[in-house]
């Protein structure tokens, strides 16, 4: 794809991923923040589909919509403010934030600008999924297994986290500091119940 | 539509989510900070597959590394979230300033 239309798509998307990428942080409503999060992401999606790169593209498309609808829950579920009704302003260090986010933009920015990038033209731009599929599942299967059982290892390690009971009792009650000698009687330590008054706090 | 002009959108993407991640106080939002800079992650990773790698087939496997990253992040970053809150009653950056129990 060439020509003036997809420039100009590419530059709505693109100014549309970052403005959008931007309100994130600006808007009252969670929920709000949470969809211009997947606005950014489709909008990305779409520019990928203009690089040619469809099933990238596409495959965001999927996966964005279905995280989104998941983090819009824990927004909701988590945060005070889910509707926006009231203006809300929860940030610290905002300055050194600022400072930060426009120095690591400029910073990459400059590189792109000024680095001697090389320029080679697709070799095959009909058959870039067909070419993936191939990559996927020839040369780079180790890498897909090696990512399965990541993905597997990450299943575990979140219901780990978050169940609040194990098959021995209580998730927390089996945590005891071990001693140095093996054979020795582990220490006994009174689990602090947290104070469901002392560290709620923060909404601002 | 060039590769200059893609790296500089996500270079902007990966800037705002800098500034997300460090201004934020809710663990929910500074997650969304790192997936907004993931995002630019893998705008730049497929416009240099487009432009600079002559589409090798492994530029495209490089991008689909990036959205694993953001899966993996996505679910343990919401464990920690449940974790900590069942634990501690924080659901901010404020609210857990020890690493201890």
Redesign the interface.
């Known amino acids: 794809m060439t020509g003036w239309p997809?420039?100009v798509a590419?530059?709505v998307l693109?100014v549309g991923?970052?403005w959008f990428?931007?309100r994130?942080?600006r808007t009252d409503s969670?929920v709000r923040?949470?969809f211009a999060?997947l606005v950014?992401?489709l909008d990305?999606g779409a520019?990928?589909v203009?690089?040619?790169?469809e099933?990238?593209g596409v495959?965001?498309f999927f996966?964005m919509a279905v995280?989104m609808t998941?983090?819009a829950i824990?927004?909701v579920a988590?945060?005070m403010n889910p509707a926006g009704l009231n203006p809300m302003q929860?940030?610290?260090?905002?300055r050194?934030?600022?400072v930060?986010?426009?120095?690591?933009?400029?910073?990459?920015?400059a590189?792109?600008?000024f680095a001697d990038?090389?320029?080679?033209?697709?070799?095959?731009?009909q058959d870039?999924i067909r070419?993936?599929g191939?990559?996927?599942m020839g040369?780079?299967m180790i890498?897909m297994q090696t990512?399965g059982i990541?993905?597997l290892a990450?299943?575990i390690?979140?219901?780990a986290?978050?169940a609040?009971h194990g098959r021995f009792g209580e998730a927390?009650s089996g945590?005891r500091p071990p001693r140095l000698d093996p054979d020795a009687e582990p220490v006994e330590q009174e689990?602090?119940r947290?104070d469901?008054h002392a560290?709620?706090?923060?909404?601002? | 539509?060039t590769?200059?002009?893609?790296?500089?959108?996500?270079?902007?993407?990966?800037?705002?989510?800098?500034?997300?991640?460090?201004?934020?106080?809710?663990?929910?939002?500074v997650?969304?900070?790192f997936?907004?800079a993931l995002?630019g992650v893998?705008?730049a990773a497929?416009?240099a597959?487009?432009?600079?790698?002559?589409?090798e087939?492994?530029g495209?496997?490089l991008?689909?590394?990036a959205?694993?990253v953001?899966?993996?992040e996505?679910?343990?970053g919401?464990?920690?979230?449940?974790?900590v809150?069942?634990?501690?009653?924080?659901?901010?950056?404020?609210?857990?300033a020890t690493m201890e129990?």
């Open positions: 997809v420039d590419f530059w693109a991923a970052v990428g931007w994130v942080f969670m923040a949470t999060l950014s992401f990305v520019i990928m203009l690089l040619l790169a099933y990238l495959a965001l996966m995280e998941v983090m824990f927004m988590y945060m929860m940030v610290h260090q905002p050194v934030a600022v930060a986010g426009v120095l690591a933009a400029a910073g990459l920015a590189v792109a600008w990038l090389p320029s080679v033209a697709l070799v095959a731009p870039t070419e993936l191939l990559e996927v040369e780079s890498l990512a990541t993905l990450t299943m390690g979140a219901v986290l978050t609040a927390t945590s689990m602090a947290p469901p560290h709620h706090g923060g909404h601002g | 539509m590769l200059v002009a893609v790296l500089v959108v996500a270079a902007a993407l990966i800037g705002v989510g800098v500034w997300g991640v460090l201004s934020q106080q809710s663990f929910v939002m997650m969304m900070g997936e907004l995002n893998m705008l497929a416009g597959w487009r432009f600079a790698a002559g589409g087939p492994k495209q496997v991008v689909i590394v959205l694993f953001m899966a993996i996505a679910a343990i919401f464990a920690l979230v449940v974790a809150y069942r634990r501690r009653q924080a659901d901010t950056t404020e609210g857990i129990r």
